[in-house]
Every structure is written in C-alpha cells, then in structure tokens.
C-alpha cells in the first residue's frame, strides 16, 4: 500500500525527524516567534502552531539548519503542552484566593520545570559530567530555598555520567508536580480543608533563576530558554493571569515565553490587575488573521507543503496535476469569462468611454464569471450539474489558512483511491467533490443538538459566571451550540441568495460588518464561533466611523459547499446590525427574508419575495 502523503500526526507525539521531514518553514512569515521576545501566537486549531512551536526545538533546528553543534544555536526551546487533562479540571478551581493562586503558580511551574529537565536530559551528551552536577547543585539549592528546608551545607552528590544528574532533577520535578496535582484532586474528599505544607515555588524564585543557570551548562549554548506554552487557553483563568505576570517581566535575556493560543484567551491581565500590552511586553501573531488577509501567501505556503509531502512519497506531480480541476467546469467557466470581457469592450466602445486597462476587466471577470455559472447550473438537474470544488487551488481556498483543514480531506481523498485499488498518482475529480462535501457538511452538523442520559442525570458544563474557569470549559450548553447553528444557517443562506441575484453589484459575499451595538448574547456566539474555527474576526475601516473600525465576521469557506458559494479569492461583505444577527440566532428564515427583500432587487419597493423555495442549506428547489 502506498504511503498516504498528507496523513497528519498529533505534534506532541512526533520526533525530531518526523518535523525536519514534513515541515515547511514559517518564520519568514512569522518572525516574532524565533525573535528573543515575549510572543503570543493565536490561531483556530489545526492551523499549525504545535508543530511550528516544535520546529524551534533543538534537534530539529540541527537538521534542517544543518548545524553540527548544539551550543551554535540561538536558544533552547521546550515544548510545554498544557493538556485540558491537566490543567482543566474544575479541582483547580477549589481553592479560593491567595492559596489558589500561589499553589496554581506552583502546580504550573513544576510542569514547566519538568518539561525543560526533560529537554536537557535529552541533550546530556553534549553535556560533561562536571557541568552537570554543578547545575544539579544549583537546582537542589534553588528548590530548597522555595521548600523553606535549606541544608545547613551544601548537597553533594556523586554521578558517574551527566544523565544520571540530569534524569534526577527530571524525577523530582515529575514528583512534585504529581503531588501538587494530587492535593487539589483530592480536595473534594476531605471533610476539612487540608492546610497546604508543600514546596512553593514561583516564575522569578525558581523558574528564572534555573533558566539563568542552564545558560551556564558547558556545551549548550549561552542562549534564553524559550518555554513554548502550548494551547495556554486550556488554563483556568486565574493561571492565566499567573502567565501574564511572568510576561510582564520582560526577562527575556534568559527566558523567553512562547504563548500559543487557539483563540480563547480570556485575558491579558496579571495576578495584580494590570494589562500587559504590545509590544512593550510582548510580541502578538495571528495564524488564521495573517493567512486569511493575505491569501496568495497562505497558497504559496500550502504549494511548498504539498511539493514536500508529494516528494517524500516519491509522487513525482506537481500540486495542480496531484488536484486536477473539473475539465468539462473549466471549460465552461472560460466561455463565460471570455463573454464577459465581449460585453465590457462593448459596453465601453457603445458609450464612448474613455475607461481602459486590463485591471477593470478582469476584476469583472472575478466578481461576475462564477456566479453567473451558478446561476447557469442552478437551474438544472441538480444531480448532473453540481458545482465542482475540484482542484489544487480550491481545495486551498476551502481550507480557510487552517494547514490541516487541507491535509485532512486530501488524506482521506488517497485513502479512497487506494480503497478502490489504484495506484495514486492523482485524486479523480468526483472523489475530490464527494470528500469534500462531505467534510462541508460534518463540520456543520458537528453542532446539531444530541443529549446524553446517564441515570437520568444530565451533565452540566462549568456556569459561564465561573470567573476563573478557562473558555474553553465554557460555552457547551446546548443552547449556544443551537445559537451558533441557525447563524451560520442564516448567513450562509443569505450569502447564497446575493449570489444567484443578477442584479447585485457583489454577488460573492463571504462576511459581513457589524455596525451599531453587539447584543451579549450575539457576541458570545460569535466568540465561540471563531475559537471553533466558524467564524474569523478581523475589522473595517469605515468612512462614517469617524476614525473608528467596525468588526467584520468572515465565514470559514469551509462550510462553502455546504451552502454552495464561490469560495475563490477575494470575496465582499454585507452591512448587518446586531438586532440582525440576533433574529438569526433563533430564526434564520426570518433574518433571510428581512435582509433579502432589499437585496433582491433593483427595485425594491416594487418586490415581494417567497422565500419558502429556499431550503436549509440555500438551496432553490431546483438547485
């Protein structure tokens, strides 16, 4: 069987190799993350920030930089995932105050510790004995300071080679961070609060001063620590919080925080209150912002990913041969963007104008060809004329700036071919469309309501009143899942409808702007809508703002198929107010019909629309 190229691992559980092999270099685009800053870098899941995180870490940089010697490299990245597992559940939540705080900053930097004695053990044979039991020393004494148990003299410990030392500090870190973890889980079972008796240790009296020490490990290089915290947005809010304050050191000469988030970050406060800001405190990068506004880049990255895999699987065709267009689509779509460069020339030469230049032609062709094709084949048999999403470019366009929302259908598009007994060498055209509308359609239906029953008790999420519980704990209620649903039934159908309307001057539209006020219900579903990767956020400058911007809700063009719209390029947006979207969250029929009775026409007090030949997913009747 045949390797399938664009299977995708989770990034915790590769190796070094797996990373050098498949990964494609991102830091040109993003160069605050490999900067000695402070950075915090957001972006929906899937959208590659584990593994460019990873790619920083020194094993990797010395494969595919081509460096024969570790202490060369700029600085020692670790890996520090903080699993929901871990770190979102609710007994980190028991205590109250200044306890939870300081023992949470405690809990945290154990797990921070661990992972960077994990990362230096790894490397002890670059390491000599002699640095290494030094730094044992210094570890021992530093933990003893922060226990409030310092030996009268100095602990002295005799190792044969550097790991024994090293794998020693790695015990006890794993050690004390099971048995912080241990005393909140526990908690619920005691009939009297247990004082805490513990080791206390804190970012500026332990954390900072062993990355201090770890630059003075012979061998390693004299560089900062970047501890990679990764998906930060699973803590509780008050760790948050406790993360922010270390921002807010600036001690970035010796350690550097690297903060990835998907999203749902809470807050940019520190445990006192203040509000860390960029870029006096930190560096901020946006994945989905960053590949979304600009997406010739996301596409080149994307070409470079696929050439890579493709190559590593001895594939020898390029991307678009790999992901071959509709043929028979093509052609017609040509036809029509050859009669609409006839009737501007015409246009134009019939009026006497002056107006000249490729530019307005072709951006004619852009805004008009496909939608009139849909229109064209919407009238038809549905089943013999369906829109075709085929083609390398598309499927780049679908996957929304999320890396793995192009890895995952194409993985499952080689394993049908390989299911019906092929030789890969490219993806037929219907298996493409098939995958892909398929995946449209999980991804919405991934929302519908379901209830589970266990004795007759049903499960209830964190209160969104909870103020120290993470986002990501919250927002599970059914109710705001449904919210979110008929929104985006509401939008996708209404964006549908501009595009089969021959009259509207942008008929490809894919997000509208917010004016007036945001309802808090509204803007709770949207927020969960863009940390689930539905929806991405970005502003407009508008000239009767005064200065000001106005949010801007972007429709993942995931969900393209689901709704049948042109997914290509750039697309416009629509004006909504907040009571808009607000009727949408409970009625999209009625959002559809108040919004489309305008748009429809070109004269709108002279039209009456029924809308009932409009189903669920912005389909006519004979779509």
């Keep these: 069987m045949s390797e399938n190229p664009f299977g995708v691992s989770n990034p915790e559980q590769v190796d070094a190799d797996y990373i050098a092999r498949y990964f494609v270099d ?13 950075t915090f870098i957001h972006g929906a899941r899937g959208a590659g920030k584990s593994m460019l995180l990873r790619s920083l870490e020194p094993e990797v940089m010395l494969k595919t930089r081509g460096e024969n010697k570790i202490s060369d490299l700029p600085h020692i990245a670790v890996h520090v995932p903080l699993k929901q597992t871990d770190f979102g559940v609710p007994e980190l939540e028991r205590l109250d105050g200044y306890a939870s705080t300081v023992i949470g900053e405690h809990l945290l930097v154990m797990y921070a510790m661990f992972r960077v004695a994990r990362k230096i053990e790894a490397l002890a044979s670059y390491i000599p004995t002699k640095s290494a039991r030094s730094y044992w020393e210094r570890f021992n004494y530093l933990f003893a300071l922060c226990s409030d148990n310092l030996p009268a003299k100095p602990v002295h410990q005799d190792f044969s080679n550097s790991r024994e030392a ?11 961070f099971m048995v912080v973890r241990n005393f909140f889980v526990r908690s619920p079972f005691r009939k009297e609060p ?7 240790t804190s970012f500026l009296d332990f954390l900072l001063p062993n990355a201090e020490a770890i630059k003075s490990i012979e061998g390693l290089p004299n560089a900062p620590i970047f501890l990679m915290l990764d998906d930060a947005d699973n803590l509780p809010i008050r760790m948050q919080r406790t993360i922010n304050s270390w921002v807010s050191t600036r001690s970035t ?33 946006n994945l989905s912002s960053i590949y979304t506004s600009d997406q010739d880049r996301f596409y080149r990255r994307m070409r470079e990913i696929v050439e890579k895999r493709l190559t590593n699987a001895k594939i020898n065709v390029t991307p678009d041969q790999y992901f071959p267009k509709h043929t028979e689509q093509e052609k017609r779509l040509q036809e029509i963007r050859d009669k609409i460069k006839e009737e501007w020339e015409a246009k134009h030469k019939a009026s006497d104008s002056r107006i000249s230049g490729s530019s307005r032609v072709n951006d004619d062709v852009v805004r008009y060809a496909v939608p009139r094709y849909m229109r064209e084949i919407s009238g038809s048999n549905r089943h013999s004329h369906t829109f075709s999403y085929a083609g390398f470019r598309s499927l780049v366009d679908l996957s929304s700036g999320v890396v793995r ?29 098939t995958i892909i509308r398929d995946w449209a359609r999980e991804f919405y239906e991934r929302l519908s309501p ?3 029953i266990d004795d007759g008790h049903e499960d209830k999420a964190p209160s969104e009143h909870d103020p120290n519980a993470s986002l990501h704990s919250q927002g599970h209620e059914t109710e705001i899942y449904i919210h979110l649903q008929n929104l985006l039934s509401g939008l996708g159908r209404l964006f549908r409808s501009r595009l089969l309307n021959p009259h ?21 579903v949207l927020r969960l809508g863009i940390r689930l990767g539905y929806f991405q956020d970005a502003d407009y400058a508008a000239k009767e703002a005064l200065g000001g911007r106005l949010p801007r809700i972007i429709l993942a063009r995931r969900l393209g198929p689901y709704f049948n719209l042109d997914v290509s390029g750039y697309a416009a947006h629509l004006s909504v107010t907040g009571e808009d979207l607000s009727l949408a969250l409970s009625d999209p029929k009625a959002f559809l019909k108040k919004r489309t009775t305008y748009d429809r026409s070109p004269n709108p007090q002279q039209l009456t629309l029924d809308f009932d030949g409009i189903d669920d997913n912005g389909h006519t009747d004979s779509d």
């Excluded at 929302?405 to 469309?433: N, T």
């Excluded at 509207?504 to 709770?524: H, L, M």
Aim: aromatic share 6%.
């Design 26 to 38: 991102l830091h040109t685009d993003l160069p605050a993350v490999s900067k000695q800053c402070n």
């Design 166 to 176: 090293l794998e020693d500090i790695v015990q006890l870190c794993e050690k004390e």
């Design 194 to 200: 247990e004082t805490y008796q513990g080791p206390l």
């Design 253 to 285: 000469n010796s350690l550097c925080l690297k903060i990835s988030t998907q999203l749902g970050y809470a807050t940019f406060r520190t445990i006192d209150n203040r509000i860390i800001e960029s870029p006096h405190d930190f560096d901020s990068v």
């Design 405 to 433: 929302w192009f890895l995952e259908p194409a993985s499952r598009m080689h394993d049908r071919v390989v299911e019906a007994g092929q030789q890969v060498k490219a993806i037929p055209v219907g298996i493409q469309d």
């Design 450 to 452: 379901f209830i589970e």
């Design 504 to 524: 509207a001057s942008e008929q490809r539209v894919f997000s509208v702007v917010i004016r007036g006020d945001v309802p808090r219900r509204v803007d709770k």
